[in-house]
């Protein structure tokens, strides 16, 4: 748990650090994380955009707006070069904004294939505002098509989450290639934020193993912080919240605040006195 403050002495930033979370497995925590880490940096007082680039728009309903309701989105920015700015909404959390999806989404993948540097539309789209953010998570579908790809080419690193269950490395590798595929050919600068692991039950030791498991196998690259199953955590995308504004007491909410202070402390972007770095597991 952790027990410091929710105080933060910033650096100052310069442009957005763009932070793609991803998982071509579905149901690991990978919207969730996205909504939480970014709601969670944005109440640490960074400006955070959160963009939805999954065509289920779980991320847009997670935070508050109905798909159905969207009168523009990612979609229109990406296929008709309408301007981000006016898509961009604000969002009921302070310092957090959405760049929102919508099932139309579904028919990029085809509508830019022939279309030339198809793979940097998206990073063409997100360097008009990269500015006026310190932090944009985006939010990737769980698939590794081409607007996946794209939201790599568009990101300086990646997170991706991990559940601590029987199956957790599957697809790990096919994962990383791409990855390295996208540094290889599109976005040199491409890093791993980190493999986060999500859906931690104490109770069982078949958490413990994964833990172990995965530590053992990725070392530095996995985070410190763990993310609990919560009840919480669970039910506040069904309030259009996310957990810290649902339940900031929450094991949830002090899980992804420790998981935004890791982030801050491994871009140098936060100094932190001795007790805001204390978690327990």
């Not at 700015?85 to 919508?102: Q, Y």
Request: proline share 3%; charged share 20%.
């Amino acid at each position: 748990m952790y027990r410091g403050s929710n105080s933060v002495n910033k650096l100052h930033i310069t442009m957005g650090k763009t932070i793609a979370v991803t998982n071509q497995k579905g149901g690991v925590g990978k919207t969730t994380t996205a909504i939480n880490l970014a709601a969670s940096l944005a109440i640490l007082e960074y400006k955070t955009l959160i963009v939805d680039a999954d065509p289920q728009a779980n991320a847009t309903s997670g935070i508050g707006f109905d798909p159905k309701q969207i009168q523009a989105s990612i979609y229109e920015c990406i296929i008709d070069d309408l301007n981000v700015e006016n898509v961009i909404l604000n969002t009921k959390t302070p310092n957090l904004d959405l760049l929102p999806a919508h099932i139309d989404l579904v028919g990029a993948e085809i509508e830019i294939i022939n279309l030339p540097s198809r793979e940097h539309l998206m990073n063409n789209v997100l360097e008009k505002v990269k500015s006026n953010y310190d932090f944009i998570i985006i939010d990737c579908s769980p698939s590794l098509g081409l607007i996946t790809v794209n939201a790599l080419a568009a990101s300086d690193s990646v997170i991706i989450p991990v559940q601590c269950e029987y199956f957790a490395l599957e697809g790990l590798g096919k994962l990383l290639n791409t990855i390295k595929i996208v540094q290889t050919r599109l976005n040199e600068d491409l890093d791993i934020e980190g493999i986060l692991l999500t859906m931690f039950d104490s109770r069982l030791r078949l958490s413990k193993q994964v833990v172990e498991e995965v530590k053992t196998h990725f070392q530095q690259m996995v985070f410190n912080t763990i993310i609990n199953r919560n009840t919480k955590l669970g039910e506040a995308p069904s309030f259009g919240d996310s957990i810290i504004m649902h339940d900031a007491n929450s094991t949830g909410a002090i899980n992804y605040l420790n998981l935004a202070r890791e982030v801050l402390q491994k871009n140098d972007m936060t100094i932190m006195n001795n007790a805001d770095k204390i978690i327990d597991e």
